[in-house]
């Protein structure tokens, strides 16, 4: 059997740095959009007052690798020597006999600055290297004069062996969908009417005379494109992917993740009752389902579904809400809860687009706003409450004192904005707890407005601009007292 030498591994290498050799080109990466998650990861990789290293997380597909490949332009155009970089892409079969520590040493050795000098190694697609997470918990103690990067498009495998064995050395950074603000960011459209939506928000809507009649149906027009296919970056790029979105999705990312990364992470042999589990809950995002009901149409033991979902979620697919009731109480066995999608785009691939003026339109805009806040730390502090007589969609639970702050219920439909008086549901939780509420949010199609239930100053505001608004303030705030954004 021929061995690979290590002058062919190390050739190899240089293929994918051509920095080393004073090249600054990056595979055209310095033309693509930059997301707004990059700020915060280029921050994060300076950062050399902890030693750990940093866990690139996030769905498949979403432009991790692009991010990283900018974050190294941004550190030659600082004046990062070129051979001070690493990138390695560690599944390529070129390295599969290489452990990283061997792969590191074979560019150290090349080296002949002074030992200590800063150094980043960026290792992509981390979870084809066995027990990766034991050797880079090894480098990050050995090297102190190098940030250690690693990323991975196996969500699930990456998230759980960076929690058991990363404690105390590997910090988690996670990169989601596109948000509605990052999707509006790309659009090279030069209609006057994203000129002064773009203003609008940029003040932080206060002041919608700036806007004109024709501007907000513009953008709901973007914000049902965002919903069919604009959380793929290479889908709001590239129109052949957006035609052939229901192939992009299935092929490229839920069947590598359903057929290959969660069997293998977790040993499931019937994948078809995983397939089934999550083709169910994606059609039905943003509404309440029971482990009760999914197992009596299912015919699949309540436990094996509860173990589903922790791996779906696992996997960055969905998210799951949990209930409380009128009291803000939440319930100590929790059967029933709502599930959404982490990137709503899923849900028109894989059964059909939906249209602004369909029935489901209302549930895939619900999808949408609550995606918005699927990074921030404090998702786990939203709650919807629903009681017999009604409910309201999403209610933040303060966590010191486990009680409602402030609240959403969104619409689409302008109805409200002339008849509020009708949403019983908000009135009466608004007046139980008149206390604690600091403010609420009743999204619309199209209008703006303001009402008072007690001492509660409740927003009346077009879906699409919270999207938004959120989209935005989420990738600069990861206080949970920004989330209800107009107090």
């Not at 970056?233 to 590598?256: C, S, T, W, Y």
């Not at 999403?394 to 486990?402: E, G, L, N």
């Not at 608004?430 to 009402?451: I, M, P, W, Y």
Request: proline share 4%; charged share 25%; with cysteine.
């Amino acid at each position: 059997m021929l061995t690979i030498s290590n002058e062919e591994v190390y050739d190899g290498m240089r293929v994918e740095n051509p920095w080393w050799d004073g090249k600054r080109r990056l595979l055209g990466v310095e033309n693509y959009p930059e997301r707004s998650y990059l700020t915060g990861f280029r921050q994060l990789i300076l950062q050399r007052d902890v030693q750990r290293s940093v866990i690139l997380l996030g769905p498949r597909r979403v432009g991790k690798t692009v991010m990283i490949l900018q974050a190294i332009d941004g550190l030659l155009k600082q004046g990062t020597k070129g051979d001070h970089i690493i990138y390695l892409s560690v599944d390529r079969p070129l390295y599969g006999q290489k452990r990283l520590e061997q792969l590191l040493a074979l560019h150290l050795q090349q080296l002949e600055h002074a030992a200590g000098a800063p150094m980043w190694v960026f290792f992509d697609e981390v979870q084809y290297v066995p027990n990766w997470e034991q050797e880079l918990k090894s480098l990050t103690d050995l090297y102190r004069n190098i940030r250690f990067v690693a990323s991975g498009s196996a969500a699930a495998a990456l998230r759980r062996q960076s929690q058991e064995s990363g404690a105390g050395r590997f910090t988690d950074y996670l990169l989601p969908a596109l948000t509605f603000d990052e999707f509006i960011a790309f659009q090279k459209d030069d209609e006057p009417a994203l000129a002064r939506l773009r203003s609008f928000v940029g003040n932080g809507a206060e002041d919608n005379a700036m806007l004109r009649p024709q501007d907000i149906p513009y953008l709901n027009v973007l914000f049902e494109q965002y919903l069919t296919y604009g959380g793929y970056p290479e889908a709001v790029l590239n129109a052949h992917v957006q035609e052939g979105m229901g192939r992009f999705v299935r092929e490229d990312i839920v069947d590598k993740i359903l057929l290959r990364d969660l069997p293998s992470l977790y040993g499931i042999s019937d994948t078809r009752e995983l397939n089934r589990l999550f083709s169910t809950l994606c059609y039905n995002s943003a509404q309440e389902v029971s482990l009760e009901k999914l197992s009596q149409t299912g015919a699949v033991a309540k436990n094996t579904l509860k173990r589903y979902m922790d791996y779906l979620e696992a996997a960055f697919l969905i998210r799951t809400c949990p209930r409380i009731d009128n009291n803000a109480r939440a319930f100590q066995r929790q059967s029933a809860f709502k599930v959404y999608l982490t990137n709503p785009s899923l849900r028109a691939a894989l059964f059909r687009p939906i249209l602004q003026d369909d029935e489901a339109f209302g549930h895939l805009a619900e999808t949408g706003v609550l995606s918005q806040w699927f990074h921030n730390p404090d998702i786990s502090e939203l709650h919807y409450a629903r009681w017999p007589a009604g409910e309201v969609d999403i209610v933040h639970i303060d966590p010191a004192t486990q009680t409602p702050s402030w609240f959403v219920e969104v619409k689409w439909t302008d109805r409200f904005a002339d008849r509020f008086h009708e949403l019983a549901a908000v009135r009466e939780f608004c007046r139980r707890h008149a206390a604690t509420l600091r403010s609420g949010v009743v999204t619309t199609r199209t209008r703006f407005g303001q009402e008072r239930v007690g001492n509660v100053d409740i927003r009346l505001v077009p879906t699409a601009i919270y999207a938004w608004i959120v989209g935005r303030r989420m990738v600069a705030k990861s206080d949970s007292n920004q989330l209800s954004l107009f107090e």
